[in-house]
Structure formats: structure tokens, C-alpha cells
């Protein structure tokens, strides 16, 4: 089993940018694909991105396509997502998830949460 905890949230004005990290403790951080939802008020959660194990590949949703980017370090046991450009409805709790690759990510059959992290966008 995995245990996740996110950090990096906070206020940030439209445009601006933002790095959320995902730290990983228990089993080995390689062995799993990970991946970063959100969950706007009054929304369901939704897919925001993914990276394969060793990072060779990723998948975002096309509302972050070209503004978010996502990747790891094993070494660190650590998945990054690095949010520029921002804007408003990218306001969300955000959270990390593990999985057996990008493909289980997307449709949710995942291994473990974090606990979330919020993001405000102010316009």
C-alpha cells in the first residue's frame, strides 16, 4: 500500500502559476503510474493528468493541455504537477492518486488518494 500527501495549494491571481508536489511513502514509488484530479464545488471529480511509471510518458485532460505539466521523481518519490496560466476555473481541490499506469488512472481504477490540496484562482 501507498500513503500520498499533497502540498503546494494556495491563492494565486489569474495567469499566474503554481507547483503542487505529491510525496509517497510505503511501497516503491516506481512500481506505481501516478496521476493528479480536482474537484471543483458542486462538480464531480474530474481527470486532470497521469505519468507512467518511469515517466516516459503523460496524458492530460484538454482543459490543462499546454498549461499543466506533470512529472516525477523516483528518487524523491515525489509527482509534480506545474500549473502556469491559470485562470479561475481552475479553481479546485486538488488531488494525487496512484495506479498500475496511465490508462487505469484516467478510468479510476486506482491503488490510492491523497488528501487534496486546495487551489484558489483569483480573476
Known amino acids: 500500500q501507498v500513503q500520498l500527501v499533497e502540498s503546494g495549494g494556495g491563492l494565486v491571481q489569474a495567469g499566474g502559476s503554481l507547483r503542487l508536489s505529491c510525496a509517497a511513502s510505503g511501497r516503491t514509488f516506481s512500481s506505481y503510474a501516478m496521476g493528479w484530479f480536482r474537484q471543483a464545488p458542486g462538480k464531480e471529480r474530474e481527470f486532470v493528468a497521469a505519468?507512467?511509471?518511469?515517466?516516459?510518458?503523460?496524458v492530460y485532460a484538454d482543459s490543462v493541455k499546454g498549461r499543466f505539466t506533470i512529472s516525477r521523481d523516483n528518487a524523491k518519490s515525489t509527482v509534480y504537477l506545474q500549473m502556469n496560466s491559470l485562470k479561475p476555473e481552475d479553481t479546485a481541490v486538488y488531488y494525487c492518486?496512484?495506479?498500475?499506469?496511465?490508462?487505469?488512472?484516467?478510468?479510476?481504477?486506482?491503488?490510492?488518494w491523497g488528501q487534496g490540496t486546495l487551489v484558489t484562482v483569483s480573476s
Open positions: 505519468i507512467s511509471k518511469l515517466g516516459a510518458s503523460t
Open positions: 492518486a496512484a495506479g498500475s499506469s496511465t490508462a487505469t488512472i484516467k478510468i479510476r481504477a486506482l491503488d490510492a
